[in-house]
């Protein structure tokens, strides 16, 4: 019995043995070139679909904030853009903003088409679809502030321009290697590229429609009760979403999970991502307690203020200053909207704030962490 013991015990003790030395060793082993293509192949797609997965959540964010009358048109707003984003980031998009010379302004008119090469260190096809939901992403924003004022038509026209047009010229600027890239400034995943342009565009549609009817008094701001929320759980539900659909943002923006130091990175950008939306959404809570009554919707678009900030540079923050930066986004996205109902410009679901203010923040912050940058860029790409 010993002996029959002895032959299968000491193969599997040394096999195991063995599987711990490599382990120990895995931080500095090297992938393959067909490994590393497939991890990075992999983290373009999961990443993706998690982006898109926020689709959804903006679609619930902005049922929920809507009149109730208004929900069906949202939701054809919502399906609708992401669809006409899709073709026409195929159509034009993607090579206007990677088809710029270096330094440049702007790329080719031309369709995508899938050239893969393993030297590229990824499938062509998943960048495409990662830059896709970017692209749709920033159309997303524009649709809640504009509710309810808006005919379905003429946003999606607005939404092909914005989706096969702006959004990729800006992009190009910085992602594409354009004049943004060669003047030292750094959004390593959109708070101002995906965020401030998707915020401003809502912005500019948001002062050029004017505000709902009966939306503002005469002497300021104030809400009336038809214009009251329609589902502060489907509000709720659809920030998680958002925030979800987050890590995917943020981590996706790696552009890379086949070594040991990537893997490292996106998990540390994950925590940030997370922490910064804590930030955000404790510090709405209590700047709007001191200010009275605690208020659920602010704390909620706090959570999306503090993603934003932290979208430019999740990477090289510590905890604490992750948390620091979600923190003043929140902030932000309350005195922002006491800001825009001065000024009476009617943003349905607090976008403006959320992702324009807190995005400028947030890429203004950069060098704060980033000793690669500079504030003079980063305000330059602001």
Not at 219 to 234: C, M, Q, V
Not at 295 to 308: E, F, P, R, S, T
Not at 364 to 374: E, F, G, K, R, Y
């Amino acid at each position: 019995m010993r002996k029959i013991l002895k032959k299968f015990i000491t193969p599997a003790v040394s096999f195991i043995l063995l599987m711990g030395m490599t382990s120990a060793g895995m931080a500095e082993s090297t992938v393959s070139a067909e490994v590393g293509f497939i991890f990075n192949t992999f983290l373009f797609l999961m990443c993706g679909f998690l982006v898109m997965f926020m689709a959804c959540g903006f679609a619930m964010l902005e049922s929920g904030m809507v009149t109730s009358r208004s929900v069906a048109v949202i939701c054809a707003k919502n399906i609708g853009l992401f669809s006409i984003a899709g073709v026409m980031f195929w159509l034009v998009g993607y090579n206007l903003a990677y088809g710029i010379p270096e330094g440049g302004y702007i790329g080719k008119f031309v369709p995508w088409s899938d050239g893969s090469k393993l030297d590229t260190g990824y499938a062509d096809g998943s960048d495409w679809y990662f830059q896709m939901v970017f692209c749709a992403t920033t159309v997303s924003i524009v649709s809640g502030t504009l509710a309810e004022r808006i005919k379905l038509w003429p946003f999606f026209l607005f939404a092909a321009i914005l989706s096969g047009i702006i959004y990729p010229i800006v992009m190009g600027w910085q992602w594409g290697g354009g004049w943004l890239a060669k003047a030292g400034f750094s959004d390593f995943a959109g708070s101002t590229l995906v965020h401030s342009t998707g915020g401003a565009a809502a912005l500019a549609g948001a002062i050029l429609l004017g505000p709902r009817l009966g939306r503002f008094t005469k002497s300021g701001a104030g809400p009336i009760k038809p214009f009251a929320a329609s589902s502060i759980p489907l509000v709720t539900v659809g920030v998680f979403i958002l925030w979800l659909g987050w890590f995917g943002f943020n981590g996706g923006s790696q552009l890379a999970m086949g070594s040991f130091d990537d893997a490292v990175a996106v998990s540390k950008i994950f925590i940030n991502t997370n922490l910064a939306a804590c930030g955000g959404v404790l510090a709405a809570a209590a700047v709007t307690r001191l200010s009275g009554k605690t208020d659920v919707i602010q704390m909620l678009n706090g959570a999306i203020g503090g993603l934003v900030a932290i979208t430019a540079e999740p990477l090289m923050p510590s905890p604490i200053a992750a948390i620091l930066i979600g923190g003043v986004g929140g902030i932000i996205v309350v005195y922002g909207t006491k800001l825009l109902f001065s000024f009476k410009i009617d943003d349905v679901v607090g976008a403006i704030p959320a992702h324009l203010f807190a995005g400028v923040w947030g890429t203004l912050a950069v060098p704060i962490t980033n000793p690669d940058t500079t504030f003079g860029a980063q305000l330059l790409g602001v």
